[in-house]
């Protein structure tokens, strides 16, 4: 299995440019998760999908994040436009319907917004 | 709601030692409840799960957690301490029929050689 697939790693950026990360759930996999951890606030949800549904978006910061599942094999998360305070390591996370209480999480990517 | 407390967010403890890390939780229904590890500049791996069943979970590299429904707590142990368990150690909870992961704030363990 070759896991959940993140990319960028890295990504360093100016503020008010905009930023795509992007995740690729392990197959087979029907729920998928976006998480950010900072020093700051620890791992926080920002949004998760089951069946490339949003169920809930609770925990985007704001307007300038937004995230899409357009089919089962990959999701982005989209910051527009990116600021300092952004700068987090961002992962994502699937799950499978028949075990959903299990999330199987990616490498993240580490972003630095100067 | 829930929420997980992670007592002590850094622990040393000497190559051989007992690795305790303490974690408790806060909700009126026993939850689903995880310990992760996350090794430097990676993600978070699952040690362990406790979903209801035998209240004693034994999980990779050794470690064990045991659910205490009086104590409300799930902590984390290891009989004899390796180099190679110094990471940061996060317990989490899910309540039944929600696939939200609650985290605790992690505690960073450094083994002493």
């Known amino acids: ?114 | 709601a829930q929420s997980v407390t992670q007592l002590g967010s850094h622990v040393s403890v000497s190559e051989g030692a007992l690795v305790l890390l303490r974690c408790n939780y806060s909700s009126s229904v026993p939850p689903y409840l995880f310990w992760y590890v996350q090794y430097p500049n990676q993600g978070l791996q699952l040690l362990l799960k406790y979903t209801s069943a035998a209240t004693l979970v034994k999980g990779i590299n050794g470690f064990e957690a045991e659910f205490k429904k009086s104590e409300t707590s799930f902590h984390l142990t290891k009989p004899s301490a390796h180099m190679s368990d110094a990471a940061e150690y996060f317990c989490a909870g899910q309540n039944f029929g929600n696939e939200k992961l609650t985290f605790g704030t992690g505690t960073r363990l450094t083994i002493i050689p």
């Open chain 1, 1 to 114: 299995d070759a896991g959940v697939i993140q990319s960028p790693r890295h990504e360093v950026t100016e503020m008010g440019q905009e930023v795509t990360l992007r995740c690729k759930p392990i197959s087979g996999h029907n729920s998928l998760f976006w998480y950010r951890q900072t020093m700051m606030r620890g791992l926080e949800l920002l949004i998760y999908f089951n069946n490339n549904v949003p169920i809930d978006d609770s925990g985007m910061p704001e307007d300038r994040f937004s995230a899409k599942m357009p089919n089962a094999s990959f999701s982005t998360l989209k910051i527009q436009p990116s600021e300092p305070r952004d700068s987090a390591v961002y992962f994502c996370a699937s799950s499978s319907n028949r075990g959903k209480e299990t999330q199987y999480f990616g490498p993240g990517t580490r972003l630095l917004v100067l």
